[in-house]
Structure formats: C-alpha cells, structure tokens
C-alpha cells in the first residue's frame, strides 16, 4: 500500500523559513521521480517542484525558483522542500505527490 506522510507545515512570519518532509512507504521510492503540489485555500492545487529518482535533477514553478529547494534522501525513503523567504501567497496545504497517489498534506500559513 502506498503511503505518503507530510509532515513539517507550521505557522510563519513572512521572510520565515520551514521544511517540509515526506515519509513514503509501499514502492520503489529510490527509483521514481515525486514531486510537490500545494493548494491554496479556494483555489485549485498548484505544482510546486519535481525531483527525479537520483535527486539529481529538480524543477520549480517560476513563483518558487530561488526560495524553494526539492531534496530526497533515498536511503530514508523521505522527500523533502525547504522554503525559504516565505510570502503570504505560500500560505497553502502543501502535498508530496507520486503518480496519482498524494499524503494528507501538511498546512502552511504564512502571516504576521
């Protein structure tokens, strides 16, 4: 059974900093690409970063580049998003996501 468990998401000032993790179990984490999605509240889900299997090449949507970085640590079979510079438009419930299975997300509330 495919499991994803995020974990991390808090509440913080803006230019505030966070990271987010991921616990996956069920599959062959080490051997697929996972990437973030969010959703904001009213609003539809978002994609925020993919990471391939080897960790080696990521992706970010335009509004992340250069305050988000997408990692993984295969030999603990956890991804994880370090957000830098957070803004109130981050303010969102943050997934990780393989193929079509996704956790229960882990809410981020940026806010002064």
């Known amino acids: 059974e495919v499991q994803l468990v995020e974990s991390g998401g808090d509440l913080v000032q803006p230019g505030g900093s966070l990271r987010l993790s991921c616990a996956a179990s069920g599959f062959a984490f080490s051997s697929v690409a996972m990437s973030w999605v969010r959703q904001a509240p009213g609003k539809g889900l978002e994609w925020v970063s993919t990471?391939?299997?080897?960790?080696?090449?990521?992706t970010y949507a335009d509004s992340m580049k250069g305050r988000f970085t997408i990692s993984r640590d295969n030999a603990k079979n956890t991804l994880y998003l370090q957000m830098n510079s957070l803004i109130p438009e981050d303010t969102a419930v943050y997934y990780c996501v393989y193929h079509t299975y996704r956790g229960q997300g882990t809410q981020v509330t940026v806010s002064s």
């Open positions: 990471i391939d299997s080897g960790g080696r090449r990521t």
